[in-house]
């Protein structure tokens, strides 16, 4: 029996969320493994941070920006809770990308870390060139990102980005893809992002000692 579900696991992915008894902390089979590649942009305290900076670190990637007046603020509330329940691990770093640089300087984003209370060893807010980081978004971790055009583009809502937190291991490959937000439109939401967050950290545990 147990083979049995282990099996429709393998071939119907998703089609059963429930592990066997015994399974229960077994991780499934990364679904990403690709390459961040090479990057080179500006940290809130004026250095330059490049991908080789985070050699040899677990890392959490994210995409938003200062001025969002959506989802932002819900992503990087995750990622502070992350910061907080991963504070055994130091070797863990969180990294988020402004996908609005032009408006996100060095002292907006020292503003909006300092809001969520982000520790400047491990949590890096990054700014630079907008076409290199919206590339950063689409191309290195397959994610959307959008900026809005148009007279009725309200302050606040420029640009439509991904909401996901992306997982990378020491190496600098793009492992996993999680939920950075509660999804209220599933009468389970908060359930199912608990389950989320948890499936993350223990991945994070499994890449720190991979």
């Not at 950075?180 to 992002?193: A, H, L, V």
Request: charged share 30%; aromatic share 8%.
């Amino acid at each position: 029996m147990r083979r049995s579900i282990l099996l429709l696991a393998i071939l119907f992915p998703g089609c059963c969320d429930a592990k066997p008894q015994g399974f229960e902390n077994v991780s499934p089979t990364p679904d990403l493994n690709f390459p961040v590649g090479h990057f080179s942009l500006t940290e809130r305290s004026g250095r330059t941070i490049t991908e080789k900076d985070l050699e040899g670190s677990v890392w959490v990637a994210s995409f938003v920006f200062t001025r969002c007046m959506g989802p932002c603020p819900a992503v990087t509330a995750t990622v502070a809770r992350l910061q907080n329940e991963l504070k055994d691990l130091p070797q863990v770093k969180f990294v988020t990308f402004t996908v609005d640089p032009k408006r996100d300087n060095m002292e907006e984003l020292k503003k909006y870390a300092k809001h969520f209370n982000a520790d400047p060893d491990r949590w890096l807010f990054l700014t630079g060139d907008e076409a290199t980081i919206h590339n950063l978004s689409l191309e290195r971790f397959k994610q959307a990102i959008e900026k809005k055009t148009g007279e009725d583009v309200k302050p606040g809502d420029e640009f439509n980005h991904s909401t996901r937190l992306l997982l990378v291991d020491r190496k600098g490959m793009i492992r996993a893809s999680f939920d950075g937000i509660q999804n209220d439109r599933f009468p389970d939401s908060k359930e199912q992002f608990e389950d989320n967050l948890k499936r993350l950290k223990q991945r994070v545990s499994e890449l720190v000692v991979e």
